[in-house]
């Protein structure tokens, strides 16, 4: 039997430096039956004239605007033929035998649309990266959280996630994708452009009746916070935004009913702390992202034609409040939980 095609897409925005930083460590990975490919969001660096030169053997395809991560891969993707895609953030280093264990799950397991390594920081290898962790998580209000990452707090990796599990979400950072599901769900919802889309596509994916793993074999080290630095307006304004336009599209009515007007308040609570802190940019994002989520709902009307399931029966859903164990009980680590 032959072996699965894999298409390792990088998309790149004006990321020449960490390109010739890590794409040589993709190039050198053991898998033999694999295409690498850089998928450039009109970049204004000499990011593409520097891959003719210096890494002819990596296709590239330009697209002819930057259309952000999520349209980026969706655009992208039209134009990749294979049996897996791998969605690889231009900063992330990767590990000999980094593919070859997460496609083996894949296929023991036909359900497992979407999977993810486990996510290192490549400044301090030690410990758990924040997008992504040893897996993404869900609680029951829509706040995300991760094996290893809850909120600001990153445990240290001594192992004790050592188990590839069925988790709710896979970091965007490293998504392995099966190729037809990722087709079949039409992709990213472009309109997020960057950050939570990836939950959005395996909350989307559980819906439909499949499983999102983690495979704790594989191992990849991400920089993170390569486009957007943490703090920065606009990460803020989309993170908010993006998160209650997720629970729009994918929760039951009668969870919406109380949950949107919710985590509005519980929104504004958090922006009342950050403006007597002084973190007037966080202020400004919650705000503009509360009225362009109120925008979004005046003009759009998302087409639900999957299955609509309540978010506790999903797998990888903490059914309890995440803020009030992680800020009130004092329950920092995943195994807290």
Known sequence: MSKSSVAVVILNYNGRNY??????????????NSETIVADNASTDDSVTYLQQNFPSVRIISLEKNFGFAEGYNQALKQVN??????????????????????????????????????????????????GAAG??????????????????????NNQYKTSTEIFWASGAALFAKAKVFNE????????????????????????????????????????????????????????????????????????????PLRLILDGVFAFKSFFSGDFVTVKGILLAHFAFYKWRLTNRSKNVLHITAITKLKGVYKRAIIIDYFLKRKKYFSDL
């Open 19 to 32: 390109l010739k930083k890590f794409l040589p460590f993709v190039l050198a990975s053991a898998y033999s």
């Open 185 to 260: 769900l039409d992709g990213f919802y472009g309109f997020l452009f960057a950050h939570q889309e990836e939950i959005d596509l395996c909350w989307r994916a559980q819906r439909a009746g499949y499983k999102i793993a983690c495979c704790a074999e594989s191992v990849v080290y991400h920089v993170g916070g390569g486009t957007l630095p943490k703090g920065h307006f606009r990460k803020t304004f989309l993170n908010f935004r993006n998160n209650l336009i997720m629970l729009s599209r994918n929760l039951p009515f009668s969870e919406k009913l109380w949950k949107i």
């Open 136 to 157: 993404g998580f869900m609680d029951f209000l829509g706040y995300p959280f991760a094996r290893g990452r809850i909120f600001d707090t990153i445990e240290k990796d």
């Open 82 to 131: 294979a049996d897996y895609f791998v969605l690889l953030n231009s900063d992330v280093e990767v590990t000999p035998n980094w593919i070859e264990p997460v496609i083996d799950l894949m296929q023991k397991d036909k359900s497992v649309a979407f999977a993810q390594p486990k996510i290192l920081s490549y400044n301090n290898k030690e410990i758990f990266e924040y997008a």
